[in-house]
């Protein structure tokens, strides 16, 4: 499905990024570069990576993507070691807890923010100039479902997701013509994270989300689903789609 294609996938190291570059190889992907905050943990990825797809290339390069620098080496360097980037997922970003904003420090507020927004921005920004040269390319970021229904303790970061969709679909107009596709994963629930397992340990997010799994009556995603989706929208199969924000949630909500 994928074949000769080389990805970057950022946030890579574990969770629905980690799944993602998975899925990517396991559906013919040739290569793919994998990023993390994390020097040690990046190399585990790779090693571990590498040992289930030992005819791919599986690259990595750390760095915070959520700052200029480092997403424009992370890019350059994907470019060096693959020689192209056909597929751009953009999976990290903020594992802030849900807070209810008076609750919420205000010199909090600009980190989450930052951490939830700017490496998507960032990212698909610096590979542009790779992709419009090739006269193709797909770019999936990954949000949530706070991007498109108010909940309560995530006033702050629904900004944010809500500002990754929006910024989606302007990219996607911006990028038609150079034959670059961008669309954006809302997710409610993803079961399988560290994230995930963090928010139900929480008192507060807990409680909330507890309540919410219980209208997932088709079963809380899993991240490994997820991923299923992101090859789906990388492919050939999804040529004609861009500009879009679709939710897998399991039946949580229907927006």
């Known amino acids: 499905m994928l074949n000769g294609l080389a990805a970057v996938v950022t946030g890579g ?9 998975e899925a990517l190889l396991a559906a013919g992907a040739r290569a793919v570069l994998v990023n993390g905050r994390d020097q040690k943990r990046a190399e585990r990825a790779q090693a571990e990576i590498q040992s289930r797809f030992p005819a791919a290339r599986v690259a990595i390069a750390v760095g915070d993507v959520a700052q200029p620098e480092a997403a424009c080496a992370v890019m350059a360097e994907a470019m060096r070691q693959l020689g192209r980037v056909d597929v751009l997922v953009n999976s ?8 209810l904003l008076h609750q919420t420090a205000v010199e909090d507020i600009p980190g989450i923010l ?13 590979v ?14 990954v949000a949530s479902d706070a991007a498109k229904i108010p909940t309560p303790g995530e006033s702050v970061i629904g900004a944010a997701m809500a500002g ?29 994270t560290e994230h995930y397992e963090r928010i139900m340990a929480d008192p507060f997010a807990g409680k909330m989300f507890g309540k919410a799994s219980k209208l997932a009556g088709l079963g809380i995603v899993t991240k490994e ?12 199969a999804a040529s004609k789609i861009t500009g879009q924000a679709i939710s897998m949630t399991g039946g949580i909500s229907a927006l």
Do not use: H, W
């Open 128 to 141: 542009l100039p790779y992709m419009r040269e090739a006269k193709r390319g797909a770019i999936i970021n």
């Open 114 to 126: 930052e951490r939830c927004l700017f490496a998507q921005i960032l990212c698909s920004r610096a």
């Open 225 to 236: 689903e997820l991923a299923e989706l992101v090859v789906f929208l990388a492919s050939p």
């Open 164 to 192: 990754i969709v929006m910024f989606t679909r302007a990219l996607a107009v911006e990028g038609r013509r150079d034959g670059i596709r961008a669309n954006v994963l809302t997710p409610s629930m993803t079961s399988g």
């Open 13 to 21: 190291t574990a969770g629905i990024g980690r799944a993602s570059a």
């Open 92 to 99: 990290t970003g903020g594992n802030d807890l849900p807070k």
